[in-house]
């Protein structure tokens, strides 16, 4: 059974830099064709994928803010790191996690969810 | 960038067809997935590759892709398909979502 888990702090203030921590459990990120991706939704808005990091140490970055985003894999096998800095009030969001598959086509899906988290930027 | 468009709101009644669009350049020569996500909760993969149900996913769900547009149909509606659902491909190692189409079942 594939689960994640979001954590980090629910409130940082502006200009501050964001470190949320995927924790999972049912598969390895060492294993071909799995990633893990990160998606945030604002209050009442629609999903935008901010980045993924792949069995291979692929990491991609939404354009919008790959200046801003870091992927890592964590220190523990189970976990992955994303930071995002310098915060603004815009980026309050629930940010999820996801277990993706590549598949045959080259493209990954999105395929388990874990909960959310709600992060609030404010000073 | 590319961008993926869907109609804000569909409305259906019980029992009959809803149809979900999105549209986006060239989309018939990407991959579609779909996803379902009902209120406080986190999204579900209901369609990938254009038209493939994954484990557990009803029936009633289903998934085509022609030309520039991208369809979810959900036959036979019930009331807990309400819910937002968004498309989503990929276009040059970025994930894109569309906008999100909250269907309603009255």
Not at chain 1, 9 to 19: A, D, M, N, R, W
Not at chain 2, 49 to 66: A, L, T, V, Y
Not at chain 2, 73 to 93: H, K, L, N, P
Request: proline fraction near 6%.
């Amino acid at each position: 059974q594939i689960t994640l888990k979001e954590s980090g702090p629910t409130l940082v203030k502006p200009t501050q830099t964001l470190t949320l921590t995927c924790t999972f459990s049912g598969f390895s990120l060492f294993t071909t064709d799995v990633g893990v991706g990160w998606i945030r939704q604002p209050p009442g808005k629609a999903l935008e994928w901010l980045a993924l990091i792949s069995w291979d140490d692929d990491k991609r970055y939404s354009p919008s803010l790959s200046s801003r985003l870091t992927i890592t894999k964590g220190t523990s096998k189970n976990q992955v790191v994303l930071t995002m800095a310098n915060m603004h009030p815009v980026d309050s969001a629930t940010y999820f996690c996801a277990h993706t598959t590549r598949g045959a086509y080259g493209d990954f899906v999105d395929d388990f969810w874990g909960q959310g988290t709600l992060v609030t930027v404010s000073s | 960038s590319y961008e993926l468009t869907q109609p804000p709101s569909v409305s259906v009644s019980p029992g009959q067809t809803a149809s979900i669009t999105c549209s986006g350049d060239n989309l018939v020569d990407k991959y579609v997935c779909w996803y379902q996500q009902k209120p406080g909760q986190s999204p579900v993969l209901v369609i990938h590759q254009d038209s493939k149900r994954p484990s557990g996913i009803p029936e009633r769900f289903s998934g085509s892709s022609s030309g520039n547009t991208a369809t979810l149909t959900i036959s036979g509606t019930q009331a807990m398909d309400e819910a937002d659902y968004y498309c989503q491909t990929w276009d040059r190692r970025t994930e894109i979502f569309g906008g999100g189409t909250k269907l309603t079942v009255l």
